[in-house]
């Protein structure tokens, strides 16, 4: 029977009762509601709201409680409606009516959130961890390409020479923000919604203060209507899980582009392909296509979350309970991407010489062609002009800019000289783009040694 059995005549249908139970996913939060409880029933005791030793009592069971789900004696019942009344029945089959005052001066409306909010806390910090072990991860490929010459693009065309590691250290600047994202969030998050009760407290002498101090929250919440209502912080997750999602995914779309042989830039190792079951030659870039799918099902999690809120009023509503579905897929969604993501990036293989001869073509050092001349005084549109014919006319006759003779660059402008060679020389180049944040070795590697001593 219910918990609810005194106002009702009837036992809930049992197909309804498996459409309104959430077990099967609120489970895992049963750590942090049975870790809830016993900050909420160490608080009734000590202000005398229940007797000491029930107090005790009850603290006592709700540790055995929880011993006995982690050895695995204790089976949580997939027909209890939820985790809170799951673990209230167990507590009170165990230890009758000293269990049944643990529900005095509360509800399930705080409770939930409370557990939420625990759970949430626990998982943006072991994100923020895997965080930094991606980042960590990407900074030492870095340092092992700090000369490594590519060419950086837009719209996907050649365009200007840089290296490597330039390239993957822009995505420690996502990761860091993302870390920084989810502190922000959990900043935020971080108030003890406990003693909102139903909605509107309690006229028990309640004390909040303890409960925040035991359950390591800043404050209690301010306004009991809110705190039970307030589920801001589960979007604020969402949306930082979406954008790390989308950094992982937009490094997995260059990733696949590296694969193929229109780049060949890397090769990803076998223990991280797959093979075609048709295609002999087949080697495909799988790992990072998933990850790039998978973006799609956390930004959607994020839409459902805040299409689910935008109409409820205060307070509680069953609407509510689709969260948590939400946000635990998202984060079993992006822990696994990240934790495939490491092992693969730590493999994978760089074929320098690949990524060399890709830059030696499309006239990627044209734009230093032109700084050449403004540098022997001509103004940048008109170095602009003269260098975009060089082009035009290298296209025409089948050369690249440092083929043409000297003769041949001095039919468009007598300023040119010998040291036109040197300018354009794509390690030069690379080398002389001392601009702060710019692709230098040594910018970078001073680039890299902010990232380490932020981690
Ligand atoms: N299972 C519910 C949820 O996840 C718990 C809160 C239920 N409260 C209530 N008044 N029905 O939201």
């Known amino acids: 029977m219910a918990l609810w059995e005194g106002r009702f005549k009837k036992e809930l249908d049992s197909k309804t009762n498996d459409f309104n139970s959430s077990i099967n996913i609120d489970k895992r939060m049963c750590k942090q509601d049975i870790k809830g ?11 005398n709201i229940i007797k000491k030793e029930e107090s005790k009592k009850i603290v006592n069971s ?12 204790l089976k949580i019942d997939k027909e209890a409606e939820d985790i809170h009344m799951f673990i209230e029945s167990e507590l009170t089959s165990r230890i009758d009516d000293t269990g049944k005052r643990l529900h005095t001066a509360r509800s399930r409306n705080d409770q939930v959130t409370l557990d939420l909010r625990l759970y949430l806390r626990d998982e943006g910090k072991s994100m923020i961890n895997l965080l930094k072990e991606l980042i960590k991860t990407i ?14 693009y837009t719209h996907l065309q050649r365009a200007q020479p840089i290296t490597f590691a330039y390239h993957l250290m822009a995505y420690t600047e996502m990761f860091m923000r993302d870390i920084c994202r989810i502190e922000d969030t959990l900043k935020r998050m971080n108030v003890n919604p406990l003693g909102s009760c139903a909605l509107a407290g309690t006229t028990h002498d309640i004390d909040r203060n303890l409960t925040s101090k035991l359950l390591e929250f800043d404050y209690p919440c301010h306004n009991s209507l809110d705190g039970v209502s307030d589920r801001d912080y589960v979007i604020e997750f969402s949306a930082s899980l979406s954008l790390i999602m989308v950094h992982l995914s937009r490094l997995s779309e260059e990733i696949i582009l590296w694969c193929s042989w229109e780049f060949k830039f890397i090769e990803l190792d076998d223990a991280f392909s797959t093979g075609s079951s048709i295609m002999p030659q087949k080697k495909n870039p799988d790992i990072p296509e998933l990850i790039r799918g998978k973006s799609g099902r956390v930004f959607g999690h994020l839409s459902s979350l805040l299409t689910m809120m ?22 079993d969604t992006v822990k696994m991407c990240i ?13 320098k010489e690949n ?53 041949e660059y001095k039919k468009f402008t007598d300023l040119f000289d010998k040291d036109i060679y040197e300018s354009i020389d794509l390690k030069n180049i690379v080398f002389k ?11 970078v590697k001073k680039h890299i040694e902010i990232i380490e001593n932020k981690l």
Do not use: W
């Open 37 to 47: 409880s016993i900050a909420h029933a160490t608080m009734l005791g000590k202000q």
């Open 62 to 73: 709700l540790e055995e409680i929880l011993k006995d789900i982690e050895n695995g004696t």
């Open 139 to 152: 900074t030492e490929k870095a340092k092992e390409n700090l000369e490594t010459i590519m060419p950086g």
């Open 310 to 331: 935008k109409g409820l009023p205060l307070a509680y509503n069953k609407d509510m309970q689709e969260d948590k579905e939400a946000i635990f897929d998202s984060i």
């Open 339 to 351: 934790t495939t993501l490491i092992p693969m990036l730590k493999t994978m293989k760089v074929l």
């Open 355 to 407: 990524m060399e001869k890709a830059a030696k073509k499309g006239f990627i050092n044209a734009t230093d062609c032109a700084d050449y001349l403004v540098k022997k005084g001509m103004p940048f549109r008109k170095a602009y002009k003269i260098s975009g014919s060089l082009v035009s006319y290298c296209l025409d006759n089948n050369k690249t800019l440092d083929t043409l003779s000297l003769e």
């Open 433 to 443: 783009r001392k601009s702060y944040g710019g692709p230098n070795p040594e910018t």
